[in-house]
């Protein structure tokens, strides 16, 4: 299983269309443990970009704090799991919680 999380300076950018990052974490379904972490850098914000650059790389579910409804759909689409309203953590720290079934997302922080 893939995760992707929007990053600013190591922590979740809670404005997903506008981070500087990505950290791509790589989780063994069965043992629920990270195998494999990498940061890349995110491409330019238009609309429609991030949803195919995530799943061309194979991305499987995006926690963020906010995204608006148009990108939650075009990710859906493409059968990634959107999880919103997590807070401004560590990438490992919240995929920790989230395949542990223990992270608390809240509302989604985004307005369109």
Known sequence: MKIAIPTAEGKLNLHFGHCKAFSLID??????KIVRTEEIPAPRHEPGVLPRFLGELGVDVIIAGGMGMSAQNLFSAQGIEVVIGAPSKAPHELVTE???GTLISGDNVCDH
């Open 27 to 32: 989780v063994d379904p069965t043992t629920k």
């Open 98 to 100: 989230y395949v542990s």
